[in-house]
T-cell receptor, first 111, second 113 residues
Framework: GQQLNQSPQSMFIQEGEDVSMNCTSS?????WLWYKQDPGEGPVLLIA?????ELTSNGRLTAQFGITRKDSFLNISASIPSDVGIYFC???????????FGKGTSLLVTP | KAGVTQTPRYLIKTRGQQVTLSCSPI?????VSWYQQTPGQGLQFLFE???????NKGNFPGRFSGRQFSNSRSEMNVSTLELGDSALYLC????????????FGSGTRLTVV
């Protein structure tokens, strides 16, 4: 189906380290989205990807739309304490006007 | 400009009761979507409204319902509450056609006891 499998489930890293997380699906997606959720808040869009093979950056964040259209990757370089939060991948539901979300990657950064 | 406003922020209800949650979208946004977030299931789509019409519905029982008013404000209602309905309920608004234009509110934390 359209289930999104996100890994790793959690990461505990030191400030300054680089981070990689990924998302896979058995279905093809035409759009991949990456969100971040801070404690007590709603998710905020970080990066949107629209084309297979696309590589897009937003500051220290870089995301790629997999060639097979069934996966996507998010990298964070030189992590800082404010990167703490839960990162979600998402793709459009086949029925439209809504998103399927991965279960999220919880990131903890120690100074 | 004001973001998506959800009220109340926190709510405690008893099993069997019903609850109504409110969402005021960003001014000009005509689409409102609702999601349920739990630790076990993550973010799950409930329903989406555009110009007072439900365009899409997730896989939730009929106890979950919603509506949208002419000013684009939306409410969702859960009847006969169960313990498993305890969750963070998130509302997102957008202009209408583009899912990437979602802006989420901070959510309503519902606890059923």
């Amino acid at each position: 189906g359209q289930q999104l499998n996100q890994s790793p489930q959690s990461m505990f890293i030191q400030e300054g380290e680089d981070v990689s997380m990924n998302c896979t699906s058995s279905s093809i997606f035409n759009t991949w989205l990456w969100y971040k959720q801070d404690p007590g808040e709603g998710p905020v869009l970080l990066i949107a990807l629209y084309k297979a093979g696309e590589l897009t950056s937003n500051g220290r964040l870089t995301a790629q739309f997999g060639i097979t259209r069934k996966d996507s990757f998010l990298n964070i370089s030189a992590s800082i304490p404010s990167d703490v939060g839960i990162y979600f991948c998402a793709g459009p539901r086949h029925s439209g006007y809504a998103l399927n979300f991965g279960k999220g990657t919880s990131l903890l950064v120690t100074p | 400009k004001a973001g998506v406003t959800q009220t109340p922020r926190y709510l405690i209800k008893t099993r069997g009761q019903q609850v109504t949650l409110s969402c005021s979208p960003i001014s000009g946004h005509r689409s409102v979507s609702w999601y349920q977030q739990t630790p076990g299931q993550g973010l799950q789509f409930l329903f989406e409204y555009f110009s007072e019409t439900q365009r899409n519905k997730g896989n939730f029982p009929g106890r979950f319902s919603g509506r949208q008013f002419s000013n684009s404000r939306s409410e969702m209602n859960v009847s006969t509450l169960e313990l498993g309905d305890s969750a963070l309920y998130l509302c997102a608004s957008s202009w209408g056609q583009e899912i990437y234009g979602y802006t989420f509110g901070s959510g309503t934390r519902l606890t059923v006891v």
